[in-house]
């Protein structure tokens, strides 16, 4: 059984420090929990690289920040051999690849070179330096960020690498009774960009995170679930406004999506209320609108609401 108090408690502790967000910390623990990479689209200021950052502590995971920019390169991330004169070797200067959580901030800022560095560590876990490939840490744990709002000067992600994201999350603005909490809170002195994070007591531990992810493998999804899951996947692939639907990698994703919410939720077996929940997040970034749909602005949210609808729920 899945220990749901020492997640509510997670849950609880980031919920004090990021006001108003309590959906996104939901799908972000949904994303720990099945070992899923995420995106987080959103509006500078929600809080995002905060979130991650509170998460991180609180679990005592080591931690790392990439700010992307047009000009990194790949050795930027992955790291790059050294030849020491003293010892007359190459030594490996490890890049901050190396990490349990890596927060790949404006994912969108660098080039296609730069962001495949990450296709065979989200992948497989590892990565190959100068033909030399290296284990990354069990944990190994992506999270990008990317603004909503410009498009000057970016590079999309493509459809190859997006598949590989479990989640992509939306942030939105907070709602007003929480935006009043944070700034009572703001008056009282509290300040994001002073948070002493070394003062947030860990609540948990690595350890304790793989094993919870090992108990989500177990928890029961039974056939009728399997062939509902199938239904809206092949769903994506015959929809009119679609042209390209969901893969196979996703249809497994999103079993496994089901399973750590499920888990999330307390429950040792799956719902269709599970499958439907992390719907959005798993599919919003691997549809593909066909252009004729673009321009009677659909919107893939949209799409996906309807076939939720559409296809029947088991009993």
């Given at each position: 059984?899945?220990?749901?108090?020492?997640?509510?408690?997670?849950?609880?502790?980031?919920?004090?420090?990021?006001?108003?967000?309590?959906?996104?910390?939901?799908?972000?623990?949904?994303?720990?929990?099945?070992?899923?990479?995420?995106?987080?689209?959103?509006?500078?200021?929600?809080?995002?690289?905060?979130?991650?950052?509170?998460?991180?502590?609180?679990?005592?995971?080591?931690?790392?920040?990439?700010?992307?920019?047009?000009?990194?390169?790949?050795?930027?991330?992955?790291?790059?051999?050294?030849?020491?004169?003293?010892?007359?070797?190459?030594?490996?200067?490890?890049?901050?690849?190396?990490?349990?959580?890596?927060?790949?901030?404006?994912?969108?800022?660098?080039?296609?070179?730069?962001?495949?560095?990450?296709?065979?560590?989200?992948?497989?876990?590892?990565?190959?330096?100068?033909?030399?490939?290296?284990?990354?840490?069990?944990?190994?744990?992506?999270?990008?960020?990317?603004?909503?709002?410009?498009?000057?000067?970016?590079?999309?992600?493509?459809?190859?690498?997006?598949?590989?994201?479990?989640?992509?999350?939306?942030?939105?603005?907070?709602?007003?009774?929480?935006?009043?909490?944070?700034?009572?809170?703001?008056?009282?002195?509290?300040?994001?960009?002073?948070?002493?994070?070394?003062?947030?007591?860990?609540?948990?531990?690595?350890?304790?995170?793989?094993?919870?992810?090992?108990?989500?493998?177990?928890?029961?999804?039974?056939?009728?679930?399997?062939?509902?899951?199938?239904?809206?996947?092949?769903?994506?692939?015959?929809?009119?406004?679609?042209?390209?639907?969901?893969?196979?990698?996703?249809?497994?994703?999103?079993?496994?999506?089901?399973?750590?919410?499920?888990?999330?939720?307390?429950?040792?077996?799956?719902?269709?209320?599970?499958?439907?929940?992390?719907?959005?997040?798993?599919?919003?970034?691997?549809?593909?609108?066909?252009?004729?749909?673009?321009?009677d602005n659909v919107q893939i949210d949209e799409v996906i609401a309807?076939?939720?609808?559409?296809?029947?729920?088991?009993?």
């Amino acid at each position: 059984m899945i220990n749901n108090s020492l997640l509510n408690n997670l849950s609880q502790k980031i919920d004090n420090i990021i006001i108003g967000q309590a959906d996104l910390v939901k799908q972000l623990l949904v994303a720990l929990l099945s070992g899923g990479h995420v995106i987080i689209e959103g509006v500078p200021g929600t809080g995002k690289t905060l979130l991650v950052k509170v998460l991180s502590q609180l679990i005592a995971a080591d931690f790392r920040r990439v700010q992307l920019t047009p000009d990194i390169l790949p050795s930027d991330i992955l790291g790059t051999n050294i030849f020491d004169l003293n010892s007359r070797d190459f030594i490996l200067k490890k890049g901050p690849i190396f990490t349990e959580i890596l927060l790949a901030d404006e994912v969108n800022r660098t080039p296609p070179k730069t962001q495949s560095a990450l296709l065979e560590a989200m992948e497989e876990q590892q990565i190959t330096l100068d033909g030399e490939t290296m284990p990354l840490p069990p944990l190994f744990w992506v999270i990008a960020t990317q603004n909503s709002l410009e498009f000057e000067g970016t590079y999309p992600l493509p459809e190859a690498q997006l598949d590989r994201f479990l989640f992509k999350l939306v942030v939105d603005y907070p709602a007003k009774d929480a935006e009043k909490q944070m700034l009572l809170n703001a008056q009282q002195g509290f300040k994001a960009k002073k948070l002493d994070l070394d003062s947030i007591e860990e609540i948990a531990t690595v350890e304790d995170i793989l094993a919870l992810r090992r108990q989500v493998q177990d928890i029961q999804v039974e056939e009728n679930i399997l062939d509902y899951l199938l239904n809206l996947v092949e769903r994506t692939r015959q929809h009119p406004d679609l042209i390209l639907g969901a893969s196979p990698r996703s249809a497994v994703a999103w079993l496994n999506a089901t399973k750590a919410n499920a888990g999330l939720s307390g429950r040792d077996y799956v719902t269709p209320d599970d499958v439907k929940e992390v719907a959005a997040p798993l599919l919003r970034h691997r549809l593909l609108l066909k252009p004729e749909a673009q321009l009677d602005n659909v919107q893939i949210d949209e799409v996906i609401a309807s076939m939720l609808k559409q296809i029947s729920v088991p009993r």
